[in-house]
């Protein structure tokens, strides 16, 4: 196994072999993981672990009141903590954990401490019987307790395919212009799966992603590895958001080399298209635009645009609340126009996509909330983990390749879980 490691000076990643990380930093940082999956689980409590896109610390908060759920909000009024938003709030809800357990661990330290107390870096210190009982836990996680949760069949290729195809018409006549239909994969699994491990693994496979592990009563556990920001949001500071679209498999050419379809190109120009016109809505004007370039996550290629607006000089306090309600669901994973697109996904689409192309991340953490689209992700069941991905669907779209290319996404964590 080698250890990713980030290059601030360019987007190219070492990779360099490491044999004391592997004897030391992996196991230890995988069991004390563990641990917390343990502890969550048996006393009730929320638990979201996550590592910040080019960051080399895991991030771990626990509420040990196993979270609650609300209903619209206002970002600026949420206490500290972390927020899971799903696709649509008509089916599912939205929930927040609250920072009451706060903690990193950092993968680059060269001799880590097989005792959680003292390799934890603890930010909001609980009482020591909870520390306790967290040292405690097991080591491993009770996939049974999760067999109520929903137990999906795969989408059919054939299945997918028509809905694509339905959707290209649909585009021609002038319904809308673009649409995102989604597909699951169900893989089963003997619930041996490691999850501390695949964590890790995912950290180093994808420097560049926001890698999250969440597990609560109330919205099951699912893991992944996003490429998109939704919102960043510094306090007094500034806004950021990005249009990302645009999907290829990655080859031997550098990012340099790599060219676009029409098509890819158009479905990209969308999305930032769809941002600037919610500026537009608030009559917001000044902004940086820095894009679109191509950015590598995984074994995927995306285009993605960047857009900033610095929150003080333009007297905006509320703006990230306010981009939150106009942009989700954004046209990455809905389509435009949205109601069109949104009416077309609820009547085609034969499963409920739950989290997966809602929004999640840490809200008001040191100033900063940092809200990723959840993509790239898959829920975790009793013997089964169900992969979430979707594709999106221009006048040029050939049903066969978008089909293809939710499999690639499949694969993101597949390959990481299952090792296919």
């Not at 894009?291 to 995984?298: D, E, L, M, N, R």
Request: hydrophobic share 35%.
């Amino acid at each position: 196994m080698c250890k990713s490691y980030y290059n601030g000076s360019s987007e190219e990643i070492i990779l360099e072999k490491a044999t004391q990380n592997i004897i030391n930093i992996q196991p230890t940082a995988e069991a004390h993981l563990n641990k917390f999956l343990s502890f969550a689980q048996q006393y009730n409590a929320a638990l979201a672990i996550y590592r910040l896109p080019n960051d080399s610390k895991l991030q771990i908060l626990c509420d040990l009141s196993g979270g609650q759920y609300i209903e619209d909000f206002n970002l600026e009024d949420l206490s500290s903590g972390f927020l899971l938003h799903p696709f649509q709030t008509s089916s599912d809800r939205i929930v927040h954990f609250d920072a009451e357990i706060l903690g990193e661990i950092d993968l680059e330290d060269k001799a880590p401490s097989n005792d959680l107390t003292e390799s934890f870096d603890w930010k909001k210190i609980p009482s020591d019987s909870i520390q306790e009982k967290i040292e405690n836990s097991n080591s491993s996680f009770d996939f049974t307790h999760l067999k109520n949760y929903p137990q999906l069949s795969s989408t059919l290729a054939s299945d997918y395919i028509d809905m694509v195809e339905k959707g290209i018409q649909l585009i021609k006549s002038e319904e809308f212009y673009k649409v995102v239909p989604s597909k699951i994969k169900n893989i089963r699994s003997n619930n041996d799966i490691n999850l501390g491990q695949a964590f890790v693994k995912a950290c180093e496979k994808y420097p560049n992603a926001f890698v999250n592990l969440t597990y609560s009563s109330k919205t099951g556990l699912w893991f992944g590895a996003s490429p998109e920001t939704l919102i960043e949001d510094k306090k007094g500071e500034y806004f950021k958001t990005m249009a990302l679209a645009g999907t290829q498999a990655k080859s031997e050419k550098s990012i340099a080399e790599t060219t676009w379809t029409q098509k890819e190109i158009e479905e990209q120009a969308y999305v930032s298209r769809y941002i600037i016109n919610c500026f537009k809505k608030i009559r917001l004007r000044e902004f940086d635009e820095i894009g679109p370039k191509t950015i590598h996550a995984g074994n995927l290629l995306h285009l993605k645009t960047t857009f900033k607006v610095h929150t003080e000089s333009v007297n905006f306090p509320e703006l990230g609340s306010v981009m939150l309600k106009l942009l989700h669901p954004t046209s990455a994973v809905c389509g435009m126009p949205k109601e069109p697109a949104l009416n077309f996904l609820s009547k085609e689409e034969k499963h409920s996509r739950g989290y997966f192309s809602g929004f999640m991340g840490p809200v008001h953490l040191d100033g900063l909330s940092h809200l990723f689209v959840n993509l790239r992700c898959c829920q975790i069941s009793n013997q089964s983990v169900v992969f979430y991905a979707g594709a999106g669907i221009t006048e040029d779209s050939k049903a066969e390749k978008e089909w293809e290319e939710t499999e690639m996404k499949c694969k993101v964590l597949s390959n990481i879980i299952f090792g296919i």
